[in-house]
Nanobody, 122 residues
Framework: QVQLVESGGGLVQAGGSLRLSCAAS????????LGWFRQAPGKEREFVTS????????FYADSVKGRFTISRDNAKNTFYLQMNSLKPEDTAVYYC???????????????WGQGTQVTVSS
């Protein structure tokens, strides 16, 4: 069992940056594939990025490639999403996730964080 707790969301102007954190409790954090998803109002939850167990392989959605960076610290049981050059269309509730399937998908995720709101004003 893994519990995920997010922090770091908020309101930012277009072009700004935010860093989301996701702290995990439970055992075997380093054995999980991790990821971030987001859900805008009226839309389905969508994949943002995923990182493998060692951090050596990362996959990004085209919409965030070059602007967002995922990282993990297995010693601290924490992973991060650095978001730069934010756009109004990045506005959504962001969810951290953990699972066993590469790359992580909505249906293959085993554990979800509670979600944190990110709002980008124009």
């Amino acid at each position: 069992q893994v519990q995920l707790v997010e922090s770091g969301g908020g309101l930012v102007q277009a072009g700004g940056s935010l860093r989301l954190s996701c702290a995990a409790s439970g055992r075997a954090f380093s054995t999980y594939i991790l990821g971030w998803f987001r859900q805008a109002p009226g839309k389905e939850r969508e994949f943002v990025t995923s990182i493998n167990r060692s951090g050596s392989t990362i996959f990004y959605a085209d919409s965030v490639k070059g602007r967002f960076t995922i990282s993990r610290d297995n010693a601290k049981n924490t992973f991060y999403l650095q978001m730069n050059s934010l756009k109004p269309e990045d506005t959504a509730v962001y969810y951290c996730a953990a699972g066993r399937t590469w790359p992580l998908g909505v249906s293959s995720t085993n554990y979800w964080g509670q979600g944190t709101q990110v709002t980008v004003s124009s």
